[in-house]
């Protein structure tokens, strides 16, 4: 059974920084891209950043290009979101998830996802 765990989230002034961690059990890690998405409270799920099988390349979206940076660590099953200068619009539950392509903005191409964990900016 594959399993995405999330963890690192929680309640923080603008400016601040948090990392985000998923651990991966129930599959080849390596065999997948991790992708991060974010449901703000409201609005639809939106990508926020992916990271290749051997995390050679990652892509973000615009709204946190040069503040987040993704990662992953293979021999851990284990990928990361750092998200730094946190403002009030990155609030939002995040999610991991793991793709079989070789990295996909499109979350229809994710074939498992956890649970999600909170991110609370405030002013």
């Known amino acids: 059974q594959v399993q995405l765990v999330e963890s690192g989230g929680g309640l923080v002034q603008a400016g601040d920084s948090l990392r985000l961690s998923c651990a991966a059990s129930?599959?080849?890690?390596?065999?997948?891209?991790m992708g991060w998405f974010r449901r703000a409270p409201g609005k639809e799920r939106e990508f926020v950043a992916t990271?290749?099988?051997?995390?050679?390349?990652?892509v973000f979206a615009d709204s946190v290009k040069g503040r987040f940076t993704a990662s992953r660590d293979n021999r851990r099953n284990a990928a990361f979101l750092q998200m730094n200068s946190l403002k009030p619009e990155d609030t939002a539950v995040y999610y991991c998830?793991?793709?079989?392509?070789?990295?996909?903005?499109?979350?229809?191409?994710?074939?498992?996802w956890g649970q999600g964990t909170q991110v609370t900016v405030s002013s």
């Open positions: 998830a793991a793709s079989p392509a070789f990295w996909s903005m499109n979350s229809n191409q994710y074939d498992y």
């Open positions: 990271i290749t099988r051997t995390g050679g390349t990652t």
């Open positions: 129930g599959l080849t890690f390596e065999n997948y891209a």
